[in-house]
Each structure stands twice: as structure tokens, then as C-alpha cells.
């Protein structure tokens, strides 16, 4: 994948598939548009022609997704699971927190260092995992749900702060749906960006 680029290895597929339809039709690649957005808003017409380009990126994305019915029925069971478990092992630390004086919050963003973390991938919640939870509460400074979410549903996963920070997360599941989705949202919030910029013809 090209170095410094905004988005991810799975969404640098998706770009390239889209630089080929994108170039054929406006004479520019979705790359330089989303990388180098200046150089074609100030073309004439540029707010039409970037609005155009959009359909085409929600066409494409429409037409990945139109193939994998099944996979997304698959999927919608799969994070009801998810967000159960979440429920379940939020549930736990919650109390823990509370019974530790230990603050638990849900912050936006948690800038952090991810190289000295242990991570602790579990596949469900059972009640062995509450004397552990417990251990975790009780070497941290705070708690922060770090969750991922996907339409309504929550992908557990928490951050222990403190001497060393500790990250327990729910395995979530694996769909190629939802790497599409994730990188239609990418690419889609990278085109939002763009369009008010552009000139009105």
C-alpha cells in the first residue's frame, strides 16, 4: 500500500478498483481526488463532476454488497451475539469498577500507546472471567470503553490504564461486509469533505 495515505490496506483495494471507473469517466483517479482534492476544485463545473464521481463510489459499493445477501444475513446474527456479549461483560466491569473506586468512562478518543499493550482476545463472556476482570480494575488507574460500533451494535472492547495498559476485546466477527462497509464510510466521509469546497458553476 502507498506510505501516508488516509485509509487502510482493505479500502486501498477498493480505491484502486475505483481509480479505473472514476478515470475512464472524469479524467481523474479517486486517489488524487481524495489526496489531492485543491487541484480539482477549482476546475469549472467541479462540484457537479465530484457529486457525479460520488454516485459512481455508492454504485460501486452497492453492487459489493448486492452479491453477498447471504453473508449479511450471517452477519446481522453475528453482531446480535456481539452485542450481547458486550452487554454481558460491560455488565461486569461496571460493578468492578464502581466497587474498586476506579473511574470508568467512554471517552470519543484515547490516544494511547499501542506497542506496550497486552491484549486479551476472548471469545465470550463466561463468569470465570470475573475474578480476572476484577484483577484488571483493581492495577488501573481508569477504564475506558474503547468499543468499536457497527450500525446499533457495540464490539466490546476495553482499555486498563495504568503501570502497563491492558486491552480486553470480544473476538468480533469476521465478515467481508464489513470491511466494505467500513471503507465506503472512508471513502464517502473523505468525498464529504471535499464537495463544500468546490465551486459552484
Request: charged share 25%; glycine share 4%; hydrophobic share 40%.
Amino acid at each position: 500500500m502507498p506510505k501516508q495515505v488516509p485509509w487502510d490496506e482493505d479500502t486501498e483495494e477498493f480505491v484502486s478498483d475505483l481509480d479505473d471507473i472514476i478515470s475512464k469517466k472524469y479524467g481523474m483517479t479517486l486517489r488524487n481526488l481524495l489526496l489531492n482534492p485543491s487541484k480539482y476544485t477549482v476546475r469549472p463545473g467541479a462540484a457537479a463532476t465530484i457529486a457525479d464521481a460520488k454516485q459512481d463510489v455508492h454504485a460501486y459499493f452497492d453492487s459489493l454488497l448486492e452479491g453477498l445477501k447471504d453473508e449479511q444475513s450471517k452477519l446481522q446474527s453475528e453482531m446480535e451475539l456481539a452485542d450481547s456479549q458486550y452487554a454481558a461483560v460491560d455488565s461486569v466491569i461496571t460493578e468492578k469498577a464502581a466497587a474498586a473506586r476506579v473511574p470508568y468512562i467512554r471517552p470519543m478518543y484515547v490516544s494511547r500507546q499501542r506497542e506496550g499493550e497486552e491484549v486479551v482476545l476472548i471469545e465470550r463472556y463466561d463468569e470465570s472471567l470475573e475474578p480476572f476482570v476484577g484483577k484488571l480494575v483493581n492495577a488501573s488507574n481508569y477504564v475506558a470503553d474503547v468499543s468499536a460500533t457497527y450500525k446499533t451494535y457495540r464490539l466490546g472492547s476495553w482499555l486498563f490504564s495504568g503501570a502497563k495498559n491492558h486491552v480486553l476485546t470480544i473476538n468480533p466477527p469476521a465478515s467481508p461486509v464489513l470491511a466494505i462497509e467500513s471503507s465506503r464510510d472512508t471513502i464517502n466521509g473523505l468525498l464529504d469533505a471535499i464537495v463544500p469546497a468546490a465551486p459552484e458553476q
